[in-house]
């Protein structure tokens, strides 16, 4: 049973930047898949960025590309989001996901993940 734990969340103004940590336990973290999504209220859980297990191939939303980073540290069981250029339509609870498969036609969709942290809250005020 793999155990996630996000932190780095915040308040922060329109523009300004956050970088959110994942931290792993309980489990293989070096051969899961790893996503963050994002959910707003009364709207549905969004996909915003995957990382494969070996952080050779990673993948972001539309929305977030060139402003969202995603990355892995393998040895610290931890993935990372930062988050730049950031605006008030990003602002969200954020999840990390663990997934033991990985494949870019699936990495979108919340239901291909296995295991999942308790969230971490971004505002963006304007």
């Known amino acids: 049973q793999v155990q996630l734990v996000e932190s780095g969340g915040g308040l922060v103004q329109a523009g300004g930047s956050l970088r959110l940590s994942c931290a792993a336990s309980?489990?293989?973290?070096?051969?899961?898949?790893m996503g963050w999504f994002r959910q707003a209220p009364g709207k549905e859980r969004e996909f915003v960025a995957a990382?494969?297990?070996?952080?050779?191939?990673?993948y972001h939303a539309d929305s977030v590309k060139g402003r969202f980073t995603i990355s892995r540290d393998n040895a610290k069981n931890t993935v990372y989001l930062q988050m730049n250029s950031l605006k008030p339509e990003d602002t969200a609870a954020y999840y990390c996901?663990?997934?033991?498969?990985?494949?870019?036609?699936?990495?979108?969709?919340?239901?291909?993940?296995?295991?999942w942290g308790q969230g971490t809250q971004v505002t963006v005020s304007s």
């Open positions: 996901a663990a997934g033991s498969y990985f494949d870019g036609l699936v990495v979108f969709r919340p239901t291909n993940y296995d295991y």
């Open positions: 309980g489990g293989p973290f070096s051969t899961y898949g």
């Open positions: 990382i494969s297990w070996h952080g050779s191939s990673t």
